[in-house]
């Protein structure tokens, strides 16, 4: 099951330039994680932020959360072609039955930065 | 930093055929295991949670009969995807939960191809 949707699906974007990407879930959470994936590959985790956080920083990277919204967002500033791949945000849902976490994904936005 | 290695790389099968995928915690013990499944330019869908010892956790629609999960240790989970047919060709990944602020650490993935 899939906790949300992200926008955009798809940007494509020159080196240098900002690119926003925005993802929005259902419900309540603990925290939220982004999460980037080249092509093929595994997921790399790049940053959480807790609920009781509304912004948080590292490197170029720069997370927002809006918890009335149920949404957040992840900026990276002056992109570069090594930024292309595909960002995910991910919750954590709680398993009662199972006692345990599940980590969720949305629909993921696919970045392209060209030279 | 924890790693959790995900063999083989890439399968192709013939249908019909049993393939088995293995993910293994290298520095670390993982209780916990979670399988997930991605088609192309889609997210990730959880498919299962492995729990070492004992019977794994299968999401609403995911075939336990199909998709066969094994936790006999702490360090190893098996994904055996039975009488694979083309349907079932896919990227495979496993992924462990890592304490805050690390998030889960995933495999590399294991891209599956029925003929």
């Known amino acids: 099951s899939q906790q949300g949707e992200e926008d955009p699906q798809a940007l494509s974007i020159q080196e240098g330039e900002n690119a926003t990407m925005n993802c929005s879930y259902k419900?309540?959470?603990?925290?939220l994680q982004w999460y980037r994936q080249n092509s093929g590959r595994g997921l790399v985790h790049l940053i959480l932020i807790r609920s009781n956080e509304r912004e948080k920083h590292s490197g170029r990277l720069r997370v927002t959360l809006d918890t009335s919204k149920k949404s957040s967002s992840l900026l990276i500033t002056a992109s570069r072609a090594a930024d292309t791949a595909s960002y995910f945000c991910a919750t954590v849902v709680f398993y009662l039955s199972g006692g345990y976490n599940k980590l969720i994904f949305g629909a993921g936005t696919r970045l392209a930065v060209h030279p | 930093g924890a790693v959790v290695s995900q063999h083989p790389s890439r399968v192709i099968c013939k249908s019909g055929t049993s393939v088995k995928i293995e993910c293994r915690s290298l520095d670390f013990q993982a209780t916990t295991m979670f399988w997930y499944r991605q088609f192309p330019k889609q997210s990730l869908m959880l498919m299962a949670t492995?729990?070492?010892?004992?019977?794994?956790?299968?999401e609403q629609g995911v075939e336990k009969d199909k998709f066969l999960i094994n936790h006999a240790s702490l360090t190893l989970s098996t994904l055996t995807v039975t009488s694979a047919h083309p349907e079932d060709s896919s990227f495979y990944i496993c992924?462990?939960?890592?304490?805050?602020?690390?998030?889960?650490?995933f495999g590399s993935g294991t891209r599956l191809t029925v003929v």
């Open positions: 419900t309540s959470i603990n925290n």
């Open positions: 992924s462990a939960r890592l304490g805050a602020p690390s998030g889960y650490t």
């Open positions: 492995s729990n070492e010892g004992s019977k794994a956790t299968y």
